[in-house]
Protein backbone atom coordinates (compact mmCIF):
# COMPACT_ATOMS: atom_id res chain seq x y z
CA UNK A 1 0.00 0.00 0.00
CA UNK A 2 3.21 2.29 -0.19
CA UNK A 3 2.29 3.26 -3.69
CA UNK A 4 -0.96 5.10 -2.61
CA UNK A 5 -2.17 7.71 -0.99
CA UNK A 6 -5.35 6.37 0.83
CA UNK A 7 -8.16 9.28 0.80
CA UNK A 8 -11.26 7.33 1.82
CA UNK A 9 -12.34 4.66 2.26
CA UNK A 10 -15.20 2.16 3.57
CA UNK A 11 -16.47 -1.22 3.75
CA UNK A 12 -17.08 -1.57 0.06
CA UNK A 13 -14.49 0.38 -1.58
CA UNK A 14 -10.90 2.52 -1.79
CA UNK A 15 -10.27 5.75 -3.15
CA UNK A 16 -6.50 6.94 -3.36
CA UNK A 17 -4.03 8.76 -5.79
CA UNK A 18 -0.90 7.08 -6.74
CA UNK A 19 2.29 8.13 -5.67
CA UNK A 20 3.90 7.57 -9.11
CA UNK A 21 2.14 10.04 -11.19
CA UNK A 22 2.28 9.68 -15.19
CA UNK A 23 0.26 11.13 -17.67
CA UNK A 24 -2.87 8.72 -16.98
CA UNK A 25 -2.76 9.26 -13.47
CA UNK A 26 -2.03 12.99 -12.98
CA UNK A 27 -4.63 14.82 -10.60
CA UNK A 28 -6.63 11.47 -10.93
CA UNK A 29 -7.89 9.77 -7.91
CA UNK A 30 -8.44 6.09 -8.43
CA UNK A 31 -11.98 4.43 -6.95
CA UNK A 32 -11.91 0.81 -6.36
CA UNK A 33 -15.10 -0.78 -5.51
CA UNK A 34 -16.81 -4.34 -6.12
CA UNK A 35 -13.86 -5.69 -8.16
CA UNK A 36 -13.86 -2.57 -10.55
CA UNK A 37 -11.81 0.42 -10.27
CA UNK A 38 -12.31 3.97 -12.18
CA UNK A 39 -9.55 6.99 -12.79
CA UNK A 40 -11.20 9.91 -12.51
CA UNK A 41 -11.19 13.47 -12.35
CA UNK A 42 -12.98 15.16 -9.22
CA UNK A 43 -15.34 16.46 -11.61
CA UNK A 44 -16.14 12.87 -13.23
CA UNK A 45 -16.52 11.81 -9.57
CA UNK A 46 -19.26 14.79 -9.36
CA UNK A 47 -20.81 13.13 -12.21
CA UNK A 48 -20.82 10.50 -10.58
CA UNK A 49 -22.35 11.04 -7.46
CA UNK A 50 -25.32 12.80 -9.81
CA UNK A 51 -26.04 9.63 -11.27
CA UNK A 52 -26.13 7.72 -8.14
CA UNK A 53 -28.55 10.36 -7.16
CA UNK A 54 -30.60 10.06 -10.16
CA UNK A 55 -30.53 6.30 -9.54
CA UNK A 56 -31.75 6.41 -6.01
CA UNK A 57 -34.22 8.51 -7.22
CA UNK A 58 -35.75 5.76 -9.78
CA UNK A 59 -35.70 2.93 -7.10
CA UNK A 60 -39.31 1.22 -8.10
CA UNK A 61 -39.48 -2.09 -6.21
CA UNK A 62 -40.69 -0.99 -2.71
CA UNK A 63 -43.13 -4.08 -2.45
CA UNK A 64 -40.12 -6.57 -3.60
CA UNK A 65 -38.98 -8.71 -1.19
CA UNK A 66 -35.33 -8.88 -2.27
CA UNK A 67 -34.82 -4.95 -2.43
CA UNK A 68 -31.78 -5.04 -0.96
CA UNK A 69 -29.91 -8.11 -2.79
CA UNK A 70 -31.77 -7.74 -6.31
CA UNK A 71 -29.41 -5.75 -8.68
CA UNK A 72 -31.97 -4.48 -10.76
CA UNK A 73 -30.83 -0.75 -10.45
CA UNK A 74 -28.74 0.60 -13.34
CA UNK A 75 -25.68 2.73 -12.52
CA UNK A 76 -24.29 4.81 -14.74
CA UNK A 77 -20.52 5.41 -14.82
CA UNK A 78 -18.47 8.48 -15.89
CA UNK A 79 -17.78 5.82 -18.95
CA UNK A 80 -20.55 6.15 -21.73
CA UNK A 81 -20.05 2.34 -22.46
CA UNK A 82 -19.91 1.62 -18.80
CA UNK A 83 -23.25 1.21 -16.48
CA UNK A 84 -23.37 -1.33 -13.80
CA UNK A 85 -26.21 -3.30 -12.40
CA UNK A 86 -26.56 -2.80 -8.87
CA UNK A 87 -28.51 -3.38 -5.72
CA UNK A 88 -30.00 -0.76 -3.27
CA UNK A 89 -27.34 -1.38 -0.41
CA UNK A 90 -24.33 -1.34 -3.22
CA UNK A 91 -25.69 1.74 -4.76
CA UNK A 92 -25.82 3.12 -1.27
CA UNK A 93 -22.24 2.19 -0.35
CA UNK A 94 -20.96 3.36 -3.53
CA UNK A 95 -22.29 6.78 -3.58
CA UNK A 96 -21.18 7.02 0.36
CA UNK A 97 -17.54 6.49 -1.14
CA UNK A 98 -18.05 8.59 -3.80
CA UNK A 99 -19.43 11.82 -1.73
CA UNK A 100 -16.59 10.75 0.98
CA UNK A 101 -14.08 10.82 -1.42
CA UNK A 102 -15.35 14.20 -2.81
CA UNK A 103 -15.46 15.71 0.82
CA UNK A 104 -11.42 14.85 1.36
CA UNK A 105 -10.55 15.85 -1.43
CA UNK A 106 -11.81 19.12 -1.70
CA UNK A 107 -11.12 19.60 2.32
CA UNK A 108 -7.56 18.78 1.70
CA UNK A 109 -7.32 21.67 -1.17
CA UNK A 110 -9.31 23.97 1.29
CA UNK A 111 -6.51 23.29 3.87
CA UNK A 112 -3.36 23.15 1.62
CA UNK A 113 -4.43 26.03 -0.20
CA UNK A 114 -6.64 28.46 1.18
CA UNK A 115 -5.89 28.09 4.30
CA UNK A 116 -2.13 28.86 3.90
CA UNK A 117 -2.90 32.55 3.59
Known amino acids: MSAIDKIYANDFGISFYWRKKDKDTKDKIQLIFRDTGFLLTVNELKDFAKSCAYTMTS ?6 QHIDTCRSLLLRTPSEKIDLAVNRTELYQINELIKGTIFNVELKYWLNNLCAN
Not at 59 to 64: A, E, G, L, T, V
Open 59 to 64: IQCSNC
